[in-house]
């Protein structure tokens, strides 16, 4: 665990016994899936409090933690707030996308821990954030890039979100991370052994280092920087006994 990690440790280890403490809940900032591995592994030493992770879609990656001590808060809502953001006038938008939106928000002076997920449909963008900062976004995004917007607070509990894939199929020596990562990415092994071992991929939530973890079907891999796919199936053998396999991998 390096100082940043020890430092956010420390820092959930104190909300959770303050939560404790004071019998009341108590909730985080979003989390990165890097930050939620590392409240899972102290998970076992918060006796006494319950936590839940959730980050207001099921797709969702970023998620507050909500620390409850036991018996209490169960009817206390997490803190979301969802933003719908739009063009003014669609015909004369710019192709936008989640890092425009990010960049836009950022600018705003707004930390990225206060904001969750942003998913995007052609030129809108729905954006989960911490409730207490909608209504000043609401005021002062006017603009993404070029594009003048409108941005709206709107229903958390009807919000449905169909992702886009693109499919990638290919084979592969084995169903080791890195020899799939390299397929999904279309670049070496070698390339890729680097990034796991820097903590930058995770599978189903989960922090992966091992280069040679074995995925199987309906895996949900995620490398920071890079993108996330589903192992869709394992299709065949080819001649030369590699494994033909199809993936799904998020636009």
Same mark, same amino acid.
Request: with cysteine; hydrophobic share 40%; proline share 2%.
């Given at each position: 665990?390096?100082?940043?990690?020890?430092?956010?440790?420390?820092?959930?280890?104190?909300? !959770?016994? *303050? +939560?404790?403490?004071?019998?009341? #809940?108590?909730?985080?900032?979003?989390? &990165?899936?890097?930050?939620?591995?590392?409240?899972? %592994?102290?998970?076992?030493?918060?006796?006494?409090? =319950?936590?839940?992770?959730? @980050? $207001?879609? *099921?797709?969702?990656?970023?998620?507050?933690?909500?620390?409850?001590?036991?018996?209490?808060?169960?009817?206390?809502? *997490?803190?979301?707030?969802?933003?719908?953001?739009?063009?003014?006038? %669609?015909?004369?938008?710019?192709?936008?996308? =989640?890092?425009?939106?990010?960049?836009?928000?950022?600018?705003?002076?707004?930390?990225?821990?206060?904001?969750?997920?942003?998913?995007?449909?052609? *030129?809108? !963008?729905?954006?989960?954030?911490?409730?207490?900062? $909608?209504?000043?976004?609401?005021? =002062?995004?006017?603009?993404?890039? =070029?594009?003048?917007?409108?941005? !709206?607070? &709107?229903?958390?509990?009807?919000? &449905?979100?169909?992702?886009?894939?693109?499919?990638?199929?290919?084979? #592969?020596?084995?169903?080791?991370?890195? !020899?799939?990562?390299?397929? +999904?990415?279309?670049?070496?092994?070698?390339?890729? &052994?680097?990034?796991?071992?820097?903590?930058?991929?995770? #599978?189903? $939530?989960?922090?992966?280092? %091992?280069?040679?973890?074995?995925?199987?079907? $309906?895996?949900?891999?995620?490398?920071?920087?890079? @993108?996330?796919?589903?192992?869709?199936?394992?299709?065949?053998?080819?001649?030369?006994?590699?494994?033909?396999?199809?993936?799904?991998?998020?636009?």
């Amino acid at each position: 665990m390096n100082k940043e990690e020890q430092i956010l440790y420390n820092h959930l280890k104190d909300l !959770a016994n *303050t +939560a404790f403490r004071r019998n009341y #809940v108590v909730f985080s900032d979003f989390l &990165t899936l890097n930050e939620q591995s590392i409240l899972l %592994s102290m998970k076992e030493n918060l006796l006494g409090i =319950h936590i839940e992770l959730e @980050g $207001g879609h *099921t797709l969702a990656e970023r998620k507050i933690v909500c620390f409850k001590p036991i018996g209490v808060g169960s009817d206390t809502p *997490t803190p979301l707030c969802l933003l719908k953001v739009e063009p003014k006038n %669609s015909k004369f938008s710019d192709e936008l996308t =989640h890092r425009d939106f990010l960049g836009a928000i950022l600018n705003l002076g707004i930390d990225r821990c206060k904001i969750g997920d942003i998913f995007v449909q052609n *030129t809108t !963008a729905f954006i989960i954030c911490n409730d207490l900062i $909608g209504n000043f976004i609401c005021d =002062h995004l006017i603009k993404v890039r =070029h594009t003048s917007v409108d941005c !709206a607070i &709107t229903d958390l509990s009807d919000f &449905t979100f169909e992702p886009q894939f693109t499919t990638i199929k290919g084979s #592969v020596s084995s169903t080791r991370l890195d !020899a799939i990562l390299a397929l +999904a990415f279309r670049t070496s092994r070698s390339k890729i &052994t680097g990034y796991i071992e820097s903590e930058k991929v995770f #599978v189903n $939530g989960k922090s992966i280092t %091992s280069n040679s973890y074995m995925l199987k079907e $309906g895996d949900i891999v995620s490398a920071r920087g890079l @993108g996330k796919f589903i192992i869709s199936s394992y299709l065949s053998k080819t001649k030369k006994d590699r494994l033909f396999i199809e993936l799904n991998l998020y636009s």
